[in-house]
């Protein structure tokens, strides 16, 4: 058995893990903070739904994006 692909997952499983590590503790202590200094619950929706709408757009752009580069290429995906 060759030893790369066993490096890089174990590398992938530290790096994985790590970051989740940072980003639960991130989140636990933002959540901390909240509850000394509430928030506008207006602010937070008009941010929430800036964020959904971008993605939205995104997921839009990238669709149309697909589409145009297959009928370039001239891929048939008919069945």
């Known amino acids: 058995m060759e030893w790369i692909p066993i490096v890089f997952v174990v590398f992938k499983v530290l790096v994985l893990g790590t970051?989740?590590?940072?980003?639960?503790?991130?989140?636990?202590?933002?959540?901390?903070?909240?509850?000394?200094?509430?928030?506008?619950?207006?602010?937070?929706?008009?941010?929430?739904g800036k964020v959904m709408g971008l993605f939205l757009l995104a997921l839009l752009v990238l669709g149309l994006l697909t589409v145009f580069i297959v009928r370039v290429v001239g891929l048939n995906l008919s069945n």
């Open 19 to 48: 970051g989740m590590f940072f980003a639960v503790k991130w989140h636990y202590d933002q959540g901390r903070k909240g509850k000394r200094q509430p928030q506008e619950k207006g602010a937070l929706l008009r941010a929430s």
